[in-house]
Each structure stands twice: as structure tokens, then as C-alpha cells.
């Protein structure tokens, strides 16, 4: 039985799947919006005629990008009426993506919370430019901006990321160190070794978008951190189990409460010790922990 003839603009979607879902996923923080993004490129590449682009990658990779910058204006508005922290819909990835350090620190809460302090083009710049390395006239098109005013805006996108961002990139053997210390010490009561883990000026973010129980506010401080942990995981009734996983690139715990998977902790790290703590709860957040989802830079 004959195949049937392949069709170019398929094939050229599906080699760079990967990549656009990412793009899209690093812009926006959400899978469930990154999946209407690519179907939102798909209908509008399946118009596009092949014969008149030179780079497929390109094309691909601008469509991604004008359909993410509208959905994060959309996006921008949810958030103003979500119930307590947004914190990015956390993925389960392959284990190898902790070796990957550009991916794993691209992919990070940590730095996908430092995005949203961006305006939205200026977030499309940075992504583009350092995490995919597309050049300034690529972006520019992407963005209906100069490649001069392009540059400006990555100069200022990544002063203002780098005065946010750890001081160093942190291994995977450091995270899981961390986390394992982190994890002792809550499954132990351990209060002081919660305190040694932690720093000073440890952030725990809560997301539960208002369907579980999560802190309204940011908690600040290393001793109001450890004694809410310490006080949740031990009262009456609550059973509480923790898997290591990766997740978003990194080492994560997966949560169990009363035998049923309950949310994710990820965590930000400096100076071997925990700055920042982020627990999703939210149950609409949670699909893409079941599976692991594939994702490219290139």
C-alpha cells in the first residue's frame, strides 16, 4: 500500500513543535494557553504559502510569538482577579532536562515569576533572545519593533532580569540536596532543620486559585515559613507523602496528602540554602504532572 504524500507545512509544524510549545509556555507560564497558542499557529501557517519562506523555524517561531503576546494580554487580565499568588503551571519533564542547564534555568518558577515582572513585549524579547537565541532582526519582526529598538529593549529586559535571578546558576545536585534536607526535616517535625534549610528571607508562595486551601500572601521569613510547613504537615489527620520528580527542568517534590496527589513544590536556591518556596495547589494546574512534556530550545 502506497504512503500518502507528505505535506510539507505538517512536517515543518511537527519538527518544530517542541520548540513553539516552549516558546509559548516560557512567555505565558501556562500550558493550558500555550496549547491554544500552537492551534492558534497551526490555522495560521496551514494559510501561509511555503514557496515565499526562506526559514521555516523563523516563521514558526514569529506566528508563536504575536499569538502569545495576545494571550498574555488576556492573561494579564485574569490574573488581576485570581484568588491569592499565580504561580506558572508547573510541567513534569524528563529527568536528563536537570543536565540541561540553560533549559532548567529557563524553565524555572523562579525565573518565569522574574518574567512576569516584565511587560509583555519585553518578556517576548528576553525569550526569544536569551533563552532561544533568535537574532534581533527575527525578534523584531516577531514584534513589530526596529532591530535597534529591539536591542534597547533586550538591554533593559536583561538588567532587569539579572538584578532578580540568583547570583549563580544552581546545579541539580545542589537542588536535590536541598530539597532532600527540606523534605527530612518536614516528614520528621524537625523544625530546626527546617530553619537550617531555609533562608532568612525565604518567600513560600501558595497557589490554590481560590479551589484549595493556600496562603492569600506571600509569607516572608524564614521562622513563619517553617512554622506554617511544620504546623500543616503535622495536624491532626493529615497524612503527608513527597516523591521526588523534575519538574519544569528541575528537582521538585510531588505532594501526597491522604494518598492522593495534591500539588507540587518547587523551590528557589542560593547559597545552598532555600529563597524561595513555591507550593501549586491548584487542581487546574496540576494535568501536566501525569505525563512528562517534551520540550526544545533549538
Not at 487580565?77 to 491569592?84: D, I, L, N, P, Q
Not at 490554590?208 to 512554622?227: D, E, F, S, T, Y
Request: hydrophobic share 45%.
Amino acid at each position: 500500500m502506497n504512503e500518502p504524500p507528505a505535506d510539507p507545512a505538517t512536517d515543518a509544524f511537527i519538527t518544530h513543535r517542541n520548540l513553539l510549545f516552549t516558546v509559548a509556555y516560557e512567555m505565558l507560564g501556562s500550558a493550558a494557553d500555550a496549547e491554544d497558542v500552537l492551534q492558534e499557529t497551526w490555522l495560521r501557517w496551514t494559510k501561509v504559502d511555503l514557496a515565499q519562506v526562506g526559514d521555516e523555524r523563523a516563521y514558526l517561531v514569529r506566528i508563536t510569538t504575536r499569538q502569545a503576546l495576545n494571550r498574555l494580554r488576556t492573561l494579564s487580565r485574569r490574573k488581576e482577579a485570581y484568588v491569592g499568588p499565580w504561580l506558572p503551571e508547573p510541567l513534569l519533564t524528563a529527568p536528563d532536562a536537570a543536565q540541561d542547564v540553560e533549559l532548567a534555568e529557563s524553565l524555572s518558577m523562579a525565573l518565569i515569576l522574574v518574567l512576569e515582572t516584565l511587560a509583555p513585549v519585553e518578556r517576548a524579547v528576553f525569550v526569544l533572545r536569551e533563552v532561544f537565541d533568535v537574532d534581533y532582526e527575527e525578534i523584531a519582526a516577531a514584534v513589530d519593533r526596529s532591530p535597534a529598538a529591539v536591542r534597547q529593549i533586550a538591554y533593559r529586559a536583561r538588567q532587569h532580569v539579572d538584578a532578580r535571578r540568583p547570583r549563580r546558576a544552581v546545579s541539580a545536585g545542589e537542588t536535590r540536596a536541598a530539597l532532600e534536607s527540606f523534605q527530612r526535616a518536614l516528614e520528621t517535625g524537625d523544625l530546626q532543620g527546617l530553619l537550617d534549610v531555609l533562608a532568612p528571607e525565604v518567600v513560600y508562595m501558595g497557589d490554590g486559585g481560590g479551589v484549595k486551601q493556600a496562603a492569600l500572601r506571600p509569607i516572608v521569613g524564614a521562622g513563619k515559613v517553617a512554622r506554617l510547613l511544620i504546623g500543616g504537615v503535622g495536624r491532626t489527620g493529615n497524612a503527608f507523602a513527597f516523591d521526588p520528580a523534575v519538574v519544569n527542568g528541575n528537582p521538585a517534590l510531588l505532594v501526597h496528602l491522604d494518598g492522593e496527589f495534591d500539588g507540587v513544590v518547587a523551590v528557589r536556591l542560593e547559597d545552598d540554602r532555600i529563597t524561595g518556596l513555591y507550593f501549586v495547589r491548584n487542581p487546574e494546574k496540576l494535568s501536566r504532572i501525569a505525563a512528562e512534556t517534551p520540550l526544545a530550545l533549538r
